[in-house]
Structures are given as C-alpha cells and as structure tokens.
C-alpha cells in the first residue's frame, strides 16, 4: 500500500503557465481532497470528491478546477497560474465507512514567480 | 458552516513540561474532534481523536478532553520531549461528514 501519492514535490511556474498537481490513492477510499498550506493559515479546502464522477468546491476554489473520473485519482490543475497560488499543497482521502480519518499525501511546494 | 478557532498560535516549552492546545467550534452537530500532528516538511498525520459521547480520550503521554456545552476541546500532552515539536491542528466534523474543518495550527517548540 503506497497510501496517497502526489506528485510532483516541487515545481516552478511563472506567471500565466498551467501545471497539474496529481494525486493517486490506493486504498478504495471515496473520498478525496485537496488543501492549500500557507503559514498562519492552517490547511485550506480547495476542491473535494465524495466519489467518481462527483467533484464540488470548498473553502478557496478559485483558479483551481478538478476532475475525478477514477476512484483512485483526483488532479488538481492550475489553469493560469497566479503569485497568490504560491503554497504547499496537500491531497488527501478517507474512506466512507468508519471514523473520518484523513490520509494526507507527502505535499507539493508550488512556488509562482 | 462549522468555525474552529484553535490557540495559541505559537507554544514554547521546556523538555518535561505541559502543553495544552485548545480548540473552540461553532457547530453544535459537530461530534468528530481529530487531531494532527505536521512535523516539519512532513504531511498531517492523525494522532489522536475523540467522538462526542466521550469526555476524555488518553493515549500514553497524550490525552484531548471535549466539553460540549461549551463547545471546546483540548489537547494535552504530558512530559514533553524534543520530538513533540510540530505543528498541530484541531479539527471538527458532523457525523457523515467526511470533510472537517481545521483549526489554524499551533507550533509546539520543546526546548531541550
């Protein structure tokens, strides 16, 4: 079990370029997420999936769209990427069933210059 | 929606010490309180939680305390060590509800 793997763990964009964040859980769970960690910020929703097909925004959604067309995988892609989408960001999935346990992937620095 | 205030904001201990970390929430049908621990570069990861027909839940040095009708909890960590220093964050969420909302962390610095 590799848990939830993102990629990449770093990445450089400058003003206006695209990029997509991927994500890859292996564990069935339905649930998926994607949070933005800024200091003093605490972690931020983004987008979620309660499951394939299914995707709706959370707390800062803007400039941000998501797709989820598999179980397993859940990217998030920056269209034109903007110096305030500087950040580390964290996808994460729990399962339906049971306790609400997140399962965070390892992050990805994004830095826009 | 749910708001959870979480302080203070910055904790700074001797090794041995205390520390208590806590949250306050807005929803009443909040009854999941988890709590996660970030060392530094390293992701969120879950160390202790509590459901709310529970008041108090130990785990070796550590142990969160919830009081409903004041709609806050606590998290306590006994016996500090170097290896405590983290960023934590509190978290609440309904029943049903996978997403939660987080606190905005608090670092724990232990002072060797």
């Known amino acids: 079990n590799a848990g939830v793997t993102q990629t990449p763990k770093f990445q450089v964009l400058k003003t206006g370029q695209s990029m997509t964040l991927q994500c890859a859980q292996d564990m069935n769970h339905e649930y998926m997420s994607w949070y933005r960690q800024d200091p003093g910020m605490g972690l931020r929703l983004i987008h979620y999936s309660v499951g394939a097909g299914i995707t709706d925004q959370g707390e800062v959604p803007n400039g941000y769209n998501v797709s989820r067309s598999t179980t397993e995988d859940f990217p998030l892609r920056l269209l034109s990427a903007a110096p305030s989408q500087t950040s580390v960001y964290f996808c994460?999935?729990?399962?339906?069933?049971?306790?609400?346990?997140?399962?965070f992937g390892a992050g990805s620095r994004l830095t826009v210059l | 929606g749910e708001n959870v205030e979480q302080h203070p904001s910055t904790l700074s201990v001797q090794e041995g010490d205390s520390a208590v970390i806590k949250c306050t929430y807005s929803d009443s049908a909040s009854n999941y309180f988890p709590w996660y621990k970030q060392e530094l570069g390293k992701r969120p990861q879950l160390i202790i939680d509590i459901r709310s027909n529970v008041g108090e839940k130990k785990d070796q040095r550590i142990a969160v305390t919830l009081n409903k009708t004041a709609k806050h909890f606590s998290l306590h960590i006994t016996e500090t060590q170097p290896e405590d220093s983290a960023v934590y964050f509190c978290?609440?969420?309904?029943?049903?509800?996978?997403?939660?909302?987080f606190g905005r962390g608090t670092s724990l610095i232990v002072h060797p």
């Open positions: 994460a999935s729990s399962p339906q069933s049971g306790a609400n346990v997140l399962t």
């Open positions: 978290a609440a969420s309904r029943q049903g509800s996978y997403i939660p909302t």
